[in-house]
């Protein structure tokens, strides 16, 4: 009778040891999928933001004679987006391109007859509320990849982490070189 409860017992604990286990995976699978979800949401923002670019540079170019550089960069980066394999080469190439952008908009501030264009107004308002909403989703991403891997770096969870593979997440970080300010040049009257 001893026996038996004892064995009992021991049942119970190994089940529910497994049950416990069982209740980690399934944490880290769901965490795991959200930070794939957070990266397509980023992917859905910068596909439209991919997509408005050629539009936007063909308004420019009827105006920027002078400017074929900075509308070039704008090309190049975008080419290099498409060309991005791997979640990091894609958020360097995306990096490049919010910086080309920010240089074009800045070289817009010479050109008046641009500003003013109505086409040109709607098509750099979409795009600024697409950057807005890419850092938005960023900033969201990071917060998925930080919780998951603070959850498969902590004792328990590491245990199942490690038997099942579950590797760390990198976060979307900015280059040096994309830090700096976009140097505006204003014209005089």
Known sequence: MITT??????????????????????GLVRMHNDC???WSNIDILLKQRFDELPKLVEVCQRYMEHE?????????????????????????????????????????ERYPDLKAD????????RISELEN??????????????????RIAQFPDLLIA??????????????????????IQFQRP
């Open 5 to 26: 409860i004892v064995l009992a017992l021991v049942l119970l604990a190994v089940l529910a040891l497994i049950g416990y286990a069982i209740l980690i995976y399934n």
């Open 36 to 38: 794939d979800k957070a």
């Open 68 to 108: 074929r550089d900075t509308l070039e960069a704008v090309i190049q980066a975008r080419s290099q987006v498409a060309s991005a394999r791997g979640e990091q080469a894609q958020q360097q190439a995306q990096n490049l391109l919010s910086d080309t952008l920010r240089s074009l908009f800045a070289v817009v």
């Open 118 to 125: 109505s086409l040109f107004r709607g098509l750099s308002q």
């Open 133 to 150: 909403q890419i850092a938005d989703r960023r900033e969201l991403f990071n917060e998925h990849v930080n919780l998951y891997n603070i």
């Open 162 to 183: 490690r038997q099942f593979r579950f590797s760390d997440r990198r976060l979307w970080k900015i280059d040096p070189a994309h830090r700096a300010d976009v140097a």
